[in-house]
């Protein structure tokens, strides 16, 4: 759709292929590619970088998107829920308490089945107050029905903002899309970026039909009316369903952004794992450092392996369980707390995956990088050789330990 009274696009005369980006200025850069109708924010460290890039290419006429400066993130969202709901590509950036903020919202998006994209930069939830990196912002809203896809460079992260877009749209999802980066680590570290060129992306995306528009006249619809217990199953399960067919989704896009950039991207990403006796389980940016590990350890006669998780939300439990059969021992490794329970977030999906397909398995769980903290190669080696005493031995406690 076009926005009435914006300019013509002006598009880029200069060739881009590879560039140097921080993973924040890479998301902007998709961001005006994928040409969103309307970007609602309000800004929160460290994701302001991509919000900033983005309004100035908005005003420099590099993107015609109606850039809202909302009051908060709730608002930011809830613009972005009308947006969607009006037939709109509707996309916002957050990170930490402006996520929590949202996560009413991201029900509603969600239960509404509204493609929203929302770009965010992973930082730790107060309290005490912190600006820096960990994971507990996006598990706090891993029940919220969105999409979660995370990224371990600053490539992938530009990689993630453009398939979001096609995932969110597919008529088999039509959910809202959470990528994330890693706060700072990814986000204000500047690598290689090989973008793909703005025609190419325009074509890989298509345009956008929405299924309903409160806009279509001729076919008025309601959208979040008060229902009665009796409908509440009828509702919530067809978004349970579209979770599901998500999966598929995510790699097939996957498999075509592969044939169009040279970079496929599955749900995770395996390392070394076929022939591995031990192997580590994560997210995010950690994986760079943990192939640096596993490739150490190898040398030294170590089978260590390691398996890459991108897609949170849904969770490939089916790929996880047949990648990790036949390790003698497994680390689980989190970058956020779950208080109270059992164990912690990645750690009970890893483990219900197992014990859905009858993989048996000795699990431990590792809690690291909370807050931000430094996550060193000598500790993941560490980490690697506590495994193998657990292959020898069969001992697992503690269940939970903490670098």
């Known amino acids: 759709m076009t926005v009435a009274g914006r300019a013509p696009i002006r598009e880029s005369s200069e060739p881009k292929t590879s560039v140097g980006l921080s993973g924040g200025l890479a998301v902007a850069e998709a961001m005006r590619q994928t040409r969103p109708d309307v970007v609602a924010c309000y800004p929160i460290t460290p994701s302001t970088i991509i919000v900033e890039k983005f309004d100035e290419m908005v005003a420099d006429g590099k993107v015609a998107t109606e850039f809202v400066a909302v009051e908060s993130e709730h608002s930011a969202m809830s613009a972005c829920v009308g947006a969607a709901a009006a037939g709109a590509r509707a996309q916002t950036v957050s990170s930490s308490q ?23 930069a992973n930082r730790t939830l107060s309290s005490p107050i912190n600006i820096h990196c960990d994971h507990s912002d996006t598990m706090g809203a891993r029940d919220s029905g969105c999409l979660q896809l995370f990224a371990e460079n600053a490539q992938e992260a530009y990689d993630n903002a453009l398939m979001a877009v096609r995932i969110a ?7 809202p899309v959470m990528h994330t980066q890693d706060g700072y680590t990814v986000t204000h570290s500047v690598e290689r970026v090989d973008l793909v060129p703005d025609a190419a992306v325009t074509e890989f995306l298509g345009a956008y039909e929405p299924k309903v528009s409160l806009l279509n006249l001729e076919n008025p619809v309601s959208m979040g009316p008060v229902i009665s217990p009796h409908y509440g199953p009828d509702v919530k399960l067809p978004a349970v369903e579209a979770m599901l067919h998500a999966r598929d989704v995510i790699a097939s896009v996957g498999r075509e952004f592969g044939e169009l950039s040279g970079r496929h991207r599955g749900l995770t990403e395996p390392y070394r794992l076929d022939d591995a006796d031990v192997a580590m389980v994560l997210l995010g940016s950690t994986a760079g450092t943990a192939r640096v590990v596993v490739d150490g350890l190898r040398e030294e006669g170590i089978k260590a392996g390691l ?3 991108r897609s949170f939300r849904p969770f490939p439990d089916e790929e996880i369980a047949g990648a990790l059969e036949g390790k003698s021992a497994v680390a ?4 956020s707390l779950s208080a109270g329970a059992g164990a912690n977030p990645l750690f009970e999906d890893v483990c219900v995956s197992m014990y859905s397909h009858a993989v048996n398995v000795p699990l431990v769980n590792y809690v690291y990088g909370l807050g931000g903290r430094d996550t060193f190669p ?12 657990i292959g020898r031995t069969g001992r697992r406690i503690p269940m939970v330990r903490y670098l």
């Open 98 to 120: 402006g996520l929590a903020y949202m996560w009413e919202v991201l029900y509603s998006a969600a239960g509404l089945r509204l493609p929203i994209v929302i770009h965010c």
């Open 169 to 175: 749209e597919h008529p088999d999802v039509l959910l």
């Open 307 to 309: 398996l890459k998780v």
């Open 332 to 335: 689980v490794m989190d970058r």
């Open 378 to 389: 000598g500790q993941l080696a560490g980490v690697f050789q506590e495994l193998l005493k």
